[in-house]
């Protein structure tokens, strides 16, 4: 297993738990799990419907967001791919200013965005595209922490994208408050949050934890230019208690308890660095 910094190249040090690892110099988290995407079993641990409901809210109001800024960038629109567009709903969007596809690898997930008529191929990017596609957007939301391979993907996007193309990523940040907070919790033994926020013995865990800071040095690295960054918000009230009961692990006790803590907590946690960060670079 290679275990250089994919953005520094230093040596990985030993993590939190067995299947993690960080590095002392930027700061970069990886971890060692492995995904069971299109494993029929996989998708009995979660409740898909339970799942799009409690993500819904909080998700189409930051898709929103960020199509005002890529369509403030990209003012006469063009071609966008949604890379693992899941149940569609940032494809939908996007579809009202740009000619848009969207690219779902999940079996299941796949047939049930298509059911609704969307744009949407199965497979991997960049797979999954003809050989001559290219496009002015490319956008992963909640995606890229997930591809074990990063440099061959963003490798693939540079390559995918016309002369001036934005490359717009969405992803979870090491910086962020409840990560902070699932790091200190296993300083007292108690590992779960740490292990829910990395998605472990989830179909498709997180592989990768960057902030700001290192994701900007590695798309530097691979021939982008930041052009915009910023912080989205992780919860809203709505759909919070479905988001929360999900993964069907906990009590229903300490699942209400964890829902009046985070709502009671929720003014207060916005004004804190957010665990959801966008970044929208240039093709160079
Ligand atoms: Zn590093």
């Keep these: 297993m290679n275990n250089n910094c994919p953005v ?116 991997y990017f960049p797979d999954a595209l003809e050989a001559s596609e290219t496009f002015d957007v490319v956008v992963f939301n909640d995606v890229i922490e997930h591809i074990p391979s990063i440099d061959n993907v963003l490798t693939a996007c540079h390559a995918r994208l016309n002369e001036g193309g934005l490359l717009v990523l969405n992803l979870p940040s090491s910086d962020g408050i409840f990560y902070k907070l699932s790091r200190l919790f296993c300083r007292i033994g108690k590992f779960g949050f740490f292990e829910r926020l990395w998605q472990k013995d989830l179909p498709s865990p997180h592989v990768h934890y960057f902030n700001n800071k290192n994701l900007s040095d590695l798309l530097k690295k691979q021939n982008f230019a930041v052009i915009k960054s910023g912080m989205l918000p992780t919860l809203g009230l709505q759909g919070l208690y479905t988001r929360i009961s999900y993964t069907g692990k906990q009590g229903m006790i300490s699942r209400v308890f964890i829902y009046c803590a985070i709502a009671i907590s929720l003014p207060i946690l916005r004004l804190l660095p957010s665990d959801i960060i966008y970044i929208v670079a240039k093709k160079t």
């Design 8 to 123: 520094c190249n230093g040596i990985l040090a030993s993590g939190i738990q067995p299947w993690h690892f960080e590095c002392v110099t930027c700061c970069y988290e990886k971890a060692d799990l492995q995904p069971t995407i299109n494993d029929s079993s996989s998708h009995e641990l979660i409740n898909e419907t339970e799942r799009e409901t409690g993500l819904r809210e909080v998700r189409i109001s930051n898709f929103n967001k960020l199509l005002r800024i890529i369509s403030k960038l990209k003012p006469t629109g063009g071609t966008l791919v949604d890379v693992g567009c899941a149940h569609g709903w940032f494809v939908e969007a996007a579809m009202k200013k740009f000619d848009v596809l969207g690219v779902e690898p999940d079996e299941v997930v796949f047939k049930s965005t298509a059911a609704k008529g969307l744009p949407v191929r199965r497979g």
